[in-house]
């Protein structure tokens, strides 16, 4: 009320009185004005902070999307944490700082990792081995804009609390109660755990986003425990088990169970194939490929409908397979191809996804499995035969070649395929000398005329692209699409001209890395 007084006075003294302001009221006049400017300015800085806070959260939000998204495209067996000899910075290793989340990861007595970082949940093994494809602990970190993202990724076993112990197959005298499923200690699940870090944009905190899911092999069953049978006081009879039926063609075996129950159902056979390979419920009928010709031990476990168990591994059921086909022998090897990154020139990071492709001579064994190399000469274990797999490059930026053979079921190994890739992690210079011009206003319309300066040198430049946001929006937004390289202007037509506006140059190169934003003021 006092101000609305004071401001009365005022407008009354400059229209009725010559003598103009007192020292005083002008002293006043300038720090009510003074105080007015300030809160508009605080409001417009805390405006743009909290904006600049959702953008990055959004952003992390993605990226842990992503990452997670590259997990669920892998082969259950291949969700692992790369351990190499060689690399020592592989696996996580305990960091004293409660701000890192290697702070979770304990080395005593085994390596392991608490997933949701706030202590009550117990550290959980890591599940890790040298293998290829598999996921990174910590890659490259992930720039976009003026935020640098980290992100790191854990993958541990799980045992599922659903998996109840069975009589007389107690994990204290059998830890692997739930039939080979896990890891032979109990654990029936594995979890990846990726964590996002960023410095908040305020400058005072670094914030971060943990997501995390289970994986299973869809092949688990979980057990009750046995009780008595027939609705009396009658024990429960277990099921009875005999060696399997089987027959071959090369080295791929069918085998038939054998296995009954006097007082009640098979429920479940699980199947272990003597080659290190484990079926859970896998039913009365199996195939399975070996590796190579040789002779093996199978066993079946089975469950009656009370959870009694019985096995046949006393039985040494024994079945050999060789290298000849159904048509005699196979001595022709396969052909393929591969693409990486769907025939990309350039990729901006190092796991990226291969396209395979194999076929077996008419009459042959068929494909059975695939071996991968970064040099054509030292080749990795061999692995299932799939159209696609996870693949990581190692070594810096540059030009990479992924080398894959094929192999069939007779043994017959390809020659090798190849194709390359450049890798480029690096992004652009900035631009520079960015501006904005206003053009005359015509209808309650402008246009805007944006220019800049190419970086200097230009390195690798593909282009650039240009980001709009009016000062009624909080989102910024792509115009005109990807501009040649040798573009030094846009002209945004058509735009309201009550509205104020701020625009952002970004160069990109082939890889899609995009250099620091140089931007401008409202205009």
Request: net charge negative; aromatic share 8%; proline share 6%.
């Amino acid at each position: 009320m006092r101000q609305a007084t004071l401001f009365a006075r005022i407008h009354a003294r400059l229209h009725s009185d010559e003598r103009g302001f007192t020292l005083a009221e002008a002293m006043i006049a300038g720090l009510i004005l003074a105080l007015g400017s300030f809160a508009v300015a605080q409001s417009l800085h805390f405006g743009l902070k909290t904006t600049g806070l959702a953008r990055q959260r959004a952003a992390a939000d993605a990226l842990g999307n992503q990452q997670m998204e590259l997990a669920r495209t892998m082969n259950y067996g291949s969700v692992v944490l790369r351990d190499n000899p060689s690399d020592a910075n592989d696996l996580p290793t305990h960091s004293d700082d409660p701000g890192n989340p290697n702070y979770w990861v304990t080395e005593d007595p085994v390596l392991a990792f608490d997933p949701d970082g706030d202590g009550p949940k117990l550290p959980e093994p890591i599940y890790a081995a040298d293998t290829s494809p598999s996921l990174i602990h910590h890659e490259t970190d992930v720039k976009q804009g003026n935020t640098t993202f980290t992100i790191y990724r854990y993958v541990t076993w799980v045992d599922s609390p659903a998996d109840n112990d069975i009589s007389g197959n107690d994990r204290n005298t059998n830890p692997d109660a739930n039939n080979g499923a896990g890891d032979g200690n109990g654990h029936d699940l594995k979890r990846v755990t990726v964590i996002v870090m960023w410095p908040s944009v305020l400058g005072t905190s670094v914030s971060q986003f943990r997501m995390t899911s289970l994986f299973s092999d869809a092949g688990i069953r979980y057990h009750g425990t046995t009780v008595g049978g027939g609705g009396g006081d009658e024990e429960n009879q277990p099921p009875s088990v005999l060696c399997p039926l089987w027959s071959h063609v090369g080295r791929t075996a069918s085998f038939t169970a054998q296995a009954t129950d006097s007082d009640g159902s098979v429920i479940q056979i699980d199947w272990d194939f003597g080659d290190g390979v484990r079926v859970a419920n896998g039913g009365v009928v199996q195939t399975h490929t070996y590796s190579k010709q040789g002779t093996y031990k199978v066993v079946n476990t089975v469950w009656d409908d009370q959870g009694a168990t019985a096995t046949n591994a006393s039985f040494d059921c024994m079945v050999t397979v060789t290298n000849i086909g159904a048509g005699g022998d196979d001595l022709t090897p396969p052909t393929g191809s591969i693409l990486i990154a769907g025939g990309a020139t350039y990729t901006n990071t190092a796991q990226v996804v291969l396209d395979l492709s194999a076929t077996d001579n008419e009459g042959g064994s068929g494909v059975a499995q695939m071996q991968f190399s970064d040099d054509g000469t030292n080749f990795g274990a061999a692995i299932t035969y799939s159209t696609t797999t996870l693949y990581t490059m190692p070594g810096a930026d540059g030009t990479k070649t992924v080398y894959v053979r094929f192999i069939d079921v007779a043994g017959n190994v390809s020659s090798p395929y190849l194709d390359t890739i450049i890798l480029d992690t690096i992004p652009p210079g900035q631009p520079t000398g960015v501006t904005a011009t206003r053009g005359p206003v015509a209808g309650g319309k402008v246009d805007i005329t944006v220019r800049w300066n190419a970086p200097s040198p230009p390195g690798d430049l593909a282009g650039f692209r240009i980001y709009r946001q009016s000062s009624t929006s909080s989102t910024w937004v792509q115009v005109g699409g990807n501009l040649p390289s040798t573009a030094t202007s846009y002209l945004d037509r058509n735009l309201n001209a009550s509205i104020a506006y701020t625009y952002c140059v970004v160069a990109f190169d082939p890889a899609g890395n995009e250099s620091e934003r140089a931007c401008t003021g409202l205009v």
